[in-house]
């Protein structure tokens, strides 16, 4: 929100209280509480007829600082809260004539002495200035035409800082330049709007910033002052926390300790899934017909989606097949389980009128209500439709309850769809929570219990979701999916741009409707976003209209799709230690160059290219002659699909045909590719190839394999001495050993 025209005047409605000058410091138990004077003090008069702010300083871990601002302490704070993980942390305060200073671990918030002046810089251990919020930063605004108040600070930037994440964003990759507001909303790839809003971001200086507040904060990003990041919300208090992690990877291993981690997943996951598409009209026999295309075309298929109408139109959700297009269900499960698949069904939190549990769930209190006791119904989407009030203990255990019988009747997964379309207007929660804060957070609460339902029934690492909203602390229940994109080379590249964003604001796992949600693409573009989808965290060929099977398309796609699902298959040995990692530090298994290479400038605004891991450089082809323009990093490149080297420090320009494109490996690898190529799930030990890459005398490097459950199953450290490799190992399966040049 923009308080101020130009950077002298403010806004004629608006009345801005600023920090002025620190005219109190006390310790106030392991914190430190700064009176913030609204007016310089330069007597005792100054005190009467103004404000104040109360700036208190505490610490939920080493190297994070929590920064609460508060005008009007008689205003309750709204619920829900994020949940926020703290550990006992050892905190110190320092102070002298010109300044009072906060330190946790490394970092130290310094607030000056000086009357007339207000000054906060956050400091790393050497004394470097991070960043800091100075002359008109903290402020309370009040909004003089509609009564509303708010709370505000701003934050320094310096010469070249770029600001990244906030959630998955199609908008441009860095958000310098950019407002943004954390509303989630239903609103495609090709909009400003995001289904997954996280008020969180991080810069290329060595530290991120997380607001507490689940409501609609707005961000200004070197948009209203463009030497700062501006954060704000309504009400009398703001929070947020500086979270000093050094590097991209040590931002996200400290935020995501605070907000979860995302857990591990199972194995079969990451193979290719298939979905009946959305309007499409299939029947068992329809359904089969996929099924059986792939097998006889020799293409793995790991996970086959049921979307809504598996359900009757105009019941969505009753939890029940449709009796005419599958009057066999538990059969027709059993079946495809026979065939070594996994099934996975469309849900949503909404409840249409005609649906049989529209009428219960209103009389027992289990929907979203307005104020004078009505249900809250629209019929934007389902005719008629309430919603679940997830705040309500007996209605998620109600809701829950059909799920468990779906699972038990043999479904293995659920797509949670929806959950941003969460009305504000008029509304009352079971426990009483804000409207406000709740429009967010539902999703929160929607897609944590679906989750804990499936993990119940299914069991530890068994759990997973396909999730289109999501808030802060979402990754904790995975996967999700990038929402409604177009068939096209542009909808592509801002799809990517997005889970980029994403990956930086917390979630190690992130897919993607393959060749677009919305109309059908042409042949070139549904190849060349296979490439990109297969190599990707999850896989999943999707769309509205139109059916995504590859001989829909043409034979080569057959071919295409074939390649790379195999493919993926054998990479799985890597892409498993890949999410061991997301799970046990927060690093994304598609990551930013800027992440993998923070020292690297070029690195800093790339947004058409990834490193999959923290080994596997990743450029999909946006154009249908095949060019493509990436960036390599220092060192000698190995093109894993063609064998090319290529000498980074550069950018390449190459023409790929289908059956190719930039999947570079990093000089200083040994990459294991797996023995099979026709599932995701297998001893990943048995018969592995350790590819040796780009290794100099000297280099050591140690791997680690593990089993589909996610416990160590071998260790190799691969050494290069006197031009030979050697390998110790503990693993007790046969393997080999391929050094590349």
């Known amino acids: ?246 590097s991209p990877k040590g931002i996200l291993e400290l935020y995501t300790a605070m907000t979860g981690r995302p857990p591990l997943l199972p194995a079969w996951s990451f193979g290719l899934w298939l979905s009946t598409s959305f309007t499409t009209n299939y029947d068992e026999v329809t359904a089969t017909g996929f099924i059986d295309g792939m097998a006889e075309r020799s293409i793995p298929l790991s996970v086959f989606h049921f ?19 599958f009057p066999d269900p538990e059969g027709m499960l059993s079946r495809y389980h026979d065939k070594g698949l996994h099934l996975c069904c469309w849900i949503n939190p909404y409840i249409a009128q005609q649906s049989p549990l529209f009428a219960e ?68 929660y079971f426990d009483g929570s804000s409207p406000l804060h709740m429009h967010n957070y539902y999703t929160f609460l929607y897609n944590r219990m679906v989750f804990e339902t499936i993990k119940a029934v299914r069991g530890e690492g068994e759990a997973i979701l396909f999730a289109r909203s999501a808030t802060a602390g979402s990754q904790q229940f995975p996967v999700h999916w990038g929402g409604d994109n177009s068939a096209s080379y542009v909808s592509m590249a801002e799809t990517l741009r997005a889970g980029l964003s994403l990956s930086q604001s917390g979630f190690g796992y992130w897919s993607h409707d393959i060749s677009g949600f919305e109309s059908t693409a042409p042949a070139h ?75 690297d400038p070029a690195c800093d605004t790339l947004d058409r290219q990834y490193m999959f891991g923290e080994s596997l450089l990743v450029a999909p082809v946006f154009r249908e002659d095949g060019q493509v323009d990436y960036y390599l990093p220092a060192g000698n490149w190995t093109n894993l699909l063609t064998g090319k080297t290529s000498s980074g420090g550069t950018w390449q320009r190459e023409t790929h045909g289908f059956m190719t494109l930039p999947l570079l490996v990093r000089p200083g690898t040994v990459l294991p590719l797996g023995a099979c190529d026709s599932r995701p799930d297998y001893d990943y030990t048995d018969n592995v190839v350790l590819h040796v890459f780009g290794f100099t005398d000297g280099v050591q490097k140690t791997v680690t394999l593990y089993t589909i459950h996610g416990e160590p199953a071998a260790h190799y450290t691969v050494v290069m001495k006197d031009g030979q490799v050697s390998v110790e190992t503990d693993a007790i399966r046969p393997y080999r050993v391929v050094v590349h040049e």
């Open 361 to 428: 769930g209103a009389r027992n209190g289990y929907l979203i209500r307005r104020t004078n006791g009505d249900i809250w119904q629209t019929d934007m989407w389902q005719a008629g439709m309430g919603i679940v009030d997830v705040t309500n203990p007996a209605a998620r255990e109600w809701y829950c309850g059909h799920l468990k019988k779906l699972l038990l009747m043999g479904v293995d997964c659920l797509k949670t769809d929806f959950g941003e379309r969460i009305p504000v207007k008029d509304i009352v």
């Open 525 to 599: 573009v549904y190849k060349r976003w296979v490439q990109f989808g297969l190599l990707s965290s999850h896989s999943r060929l999707h769309g509205s209209g139109s059916y995504r099977v590859p001989w829909a398309f043409d034979e080569e796609s057959v071919t295409v799709v074939r390649t790379f699902t195999r493919l993926k298959c054998r990479l799985m040995p890597y892409l498993y230690a890949a999410m061991m990692e997301a799970h046990e530090h927060g690093t994304p298994m598609m990551r930013p160059m800027m992440m993998e290479f923070p020292d």
């Open 1 to 246: 929100m923009k308080f101020t025209r130009g950077y002298w005047l403010t806004r004629e409605n608006f009345v801005l209280n600023y920090a002025m000058q620190c005219v109190r410091a006390e310790k106030k138990g392991n914190g430190l509480h700064i009176l913030a004077a609204c007016r310089p003090i330069l007597g005792r008069g100054d005190i009467l007829n103004s404000g104040t702010l109360d700036v208190t300083f505490t610490s939920p871990m080493a190297n994070v600082i929590r920064v609460e601002i508060t005008h009007f302490a008689g205003k309750a704070w709204k619920l829900p809260h994020f949940e926020v993980n703290a550990e006992n942390v050892e905190t110190r305060i320092n102070e002298t004539d010109d300044a009072v200073t906060f330190t946790s671990g490394e970092l130290s918030a310094r607030v000056l002495r000086q009357a007339g002046a207000w000054q906060v810089d956050f400091l790393t251990a050497d004394g470097h200035t991070l960043t800091s919020s100075g002359y008109h930063g903290m402020a309370h605004a009040l909004d003089k035409d509609s009564g509303r108040c708010y709370m505000s600070d701003s934050l320094m930037l310096d010469v070249g800082e770029n600001v990244y994440g906030l959630g998955e964003r199609f908008t441009p990759y860095v958000k310098n330049g950019q407002t943004v507001d954390m509303w989630n909303a239903d609103g495609g790839t090709a909009s400003e709007l995001a289904y997954k809003n996280i008020p969180f971001y991080m810069t290329n200086r060595g530290y991120g910033i997380f607001v507490d507040d689940t409501s609609d904060v707005s961000f200004e990003i070197a948009s209203e002052k463009v030497e700062r990041v501006q954060f704000s919300c309504e009400g009398e208090t703001l929070a947020y926390y500086v979270i000093y992690g050094q």
């Open 307 to 325: 979307d809504c109408f598996w359900m009757r139109g105009y019941n969505w959700c009753d939890f029940e097949w449709d009796p005419e297009t």
